[in-house]
T-cell receptor
Framework: GEDVEQSLFLSVREGDSSVINCTYT??????LYWYKQEPGAGLQLLTY?????DMKQDQRLTVLLNKKDKHLSLRIADTQTGDSAIYFC???????????FGTGTRLTIIP | DTAVSQTPKYLVTQMGNDKSIKCEQN?????MYWYKQDSKKFLKIMFS???????INETVPNRFSPKSPDKAHLNLHINSLELGDSAVYFC??????????????????FGPGTRLTVL
């Protein structure tokens, strides 16, 4: 995760919006992903964005990509207790088979 | 109807032992992976196989040996276990989708993980 950075912790009140940020360093990234990991479980794909897009919306999730600043964010609207999890961003680089994962952000919901 | 399954879910063993973790996917995917997640939740890729052929081999000790008997299975064998091997190991699989003008999308589907504890 040394090339993909995230804040480790985020606390949000129930009903508010959560914004989870991610920065990456490789300009050859083709796709960027957000995964969710609930306690004791594997990673679940939430959404992805192609690198020539600025924004993608999917129900309560909005992904913003600033390719110039190499900054990716995930906004969760109307955050619920079920959104408590660790969120990982990941990048896929052109010509590379693997995904490089970020350090993960633990989202805690305050009632 | 589990997509990616791993066994066992928990594995507790003594230092120096040899153990295996099994992974199976029923998604028809060509590519499978092994990841290690440490206690700080950092996730690092270890190996990847495509159609039973090794395509990614990160800096992993020789004590770790993946084996892919067929496209749907990728097992991980670990020799001479050490304390530092304690972690959660995740298997994943993917199948590439080529979007015209947008390159190759590899969406990875993860198993539930195997928590390995070495005493």
């Amino acid at each position: 995760g040394e090339d993909v950075e995230q804040s480790l912790f985020l606390s949000v009140r129930e009903g508010d919006s959560s914004v989870i940020n991610c920065t990456y360093t490789d300009s050859s990234s083709t796709y960027l992903y957000w995964y969710k990991q609930e306690p004791g479980a594997g990673l679940q794909l939430l959404t992805y964005i192609f690198s020539n897009m600025d924004m993608k919306q999917d129900q309560r999730l909005t992904v913003l990509l600033n390719k110039k600043d190499k900054h990716l964010s995930l906004r969760i609207a109307d955050t619920q207790t079920g959104d408590s999890a660790i969120y990982f961003c990941a990048e896929k680089r052109f010509g590379n088979e693997k995904l490089t994962f970020g350090t993960g952000t633990r989202l805690t919901i305050i009632p | 109807d589990t997509a990616v399954s791993q066994t066992p879910k928990y594995l507790v063993t003594q230092m120096g032992n040899d153990k295996s973790i099994k992974c199976e996917q029923n998604l028809g995917h060509d590519t499978m992976y092994w990841y290690k997640q440490d206690s700080k939740k950092f996730l690092k890729i270890m190996f990847s196989y495509n159609n039973k052929e090794l395509i990614i081999n990160e800096t992993v000790p020789n004590r770790f040996s993946p084996k892919s008997p067929d496209k749907a299975h990728l097992n991980l064998h670990i020799n001479s276990l050490e304390l530092g091997d304690s972690a959660v190991y995740f298997c994943a699989s993917s199948h590439p989708l080529r979007h015209p003008g947008q390159g190759r999308l590899d969406t990875q589907y993860f198993g539930p993980g195997t928590r390995l504890t070495v005493l």
